[in-house]
């Protein structure tokens, strides 16, 4: 397993990830343009992509994946703001926009079999109502809800205090050897957020 970062640093930074197998590749957040991440990943074939949240800048290139027939998962919580620009921020961050409503609801537990990858889905609110981290191993992608050194905004649409609380203190139970890829900026490991 391969694990590639790219990000648009043109648009607030956010982090999407392709993690790749000799079976193909998933796409975590659509953050970059399809061909950004063909280029990077050599073409491999895209079984899925996984949406952490359903911020505009995390979703901003969706469209590009879902014209070619690329099936979209993300949390139940969080799809009516894929048609909903003021809960999407993206009238607040950039222009109103929508975007394609998911071809999959996930939910706490849901177990994902794609491109070789056995992948668990952690429902995290806090930062949005369906913030979820994806669980692939010692390797979770962890959207806007961990950071290094940090954790996602509570005060958007959606956004709750002690949701989020109770998020950080579930993540922080995983085992300290856990990677962790955020939504933005760098990677850490569980044992390095135990602030």
Known sequence: MTIYTLSDDDFL???CYVVKTEEGCIVID???PLETVQQRAGNCPI???????????????????????IPVYLHEADNAAMGDPELNLSSDLLETMTFPAADHLIREGDRLSLAGLDIEVLHTPGHTPGSV???????????????RSGYGRVDF??????????????LKKLPGQTRVYPGHGGPTTIAREQW
């Not at 981290?133 to 950071?147: K, N, P, V």
């Open 47 to 69: 079984a899925a992509v996984l949406l952490t949240h359903a911020h505009v800048d995390h979703v901003l290139y969706l469209q590009m994946y879902t014209a070619k027939g």
């Open 13 to 15: 930074g956010a982090n």
């Open 157 to 170: 649409p959606g956004g709750n205090v002690a949701d989020m609380a109770a998020s950080l203190k579930r």
């Open 30 to 32: 659509a953050g970059v």
């Open 133 to 147: 981290c994806f669980r692939i191993g010692d390797d979770l992608f962890s959207g806007d809800t961990l950071f």
